[in-house]
Nanobody
Framework: QVQLVESGGGLVQAGGSLRLSCAAS????????MAWYRQAPGKQRELVAS???????NYADFVKGRFTISRDNTKNTIYLQMNSLKPEDTAVYYC?????????WGQGTQVTVSS
């Protein structure tokens, strides 16, 4: 079993920055992909960014140039550095891990950007 715990969310003014963390524990394999998704009220959950165990990254167009995903394999942790935040970035941010065709989710962390 795998557990994912997100942290780092909060309230920030537009233009500000936040750094999210997601720590994975349990039966973690060497090869996996981790990602950040977000879900705003009344909207579907959407991919923000993903990173493989070999540090290959992928970003949604709406965060390119503003957000950076990274990982520390020694800690089984991924990060999302969010800069130049906009009110439309307000959402619950979820961490996700995929390995061996299994999918795991964290409980989410709220990010609120005020205008």
């Amino acid at each position: 079993q795998v557990q994912l715990v997100e942290s780092g969310g909060g309230l920030v003014q537009a233009g500000g920055s936040l750094r999210l963390s997601c720590a994975a524990s349990g039966n973690i394999f060497s090869f996996n992909t981790m990602a950040w998704y977000r879900q705003a009220p009344g909207k579907q959950r959407e991919l923000v960014a993903s990173i493989t165990s070999t540090d290959s990254t992928n970003y949604a167009d709406f965060v390119k140039g503003r957000f950076t995903i990274s990982r520390d394999n020694t800690k089984n942790t991924i990060y999302l550095q969010m800069n130049s935040l906009k009110p439309e970035d307000t959402a619950v941010y979820y961490c996700n891990l995929v390995q061996m065709f299994n999918l795991y989710w964290g409980q989410g962390t709220q990010v609120t950007v005020s205008s």
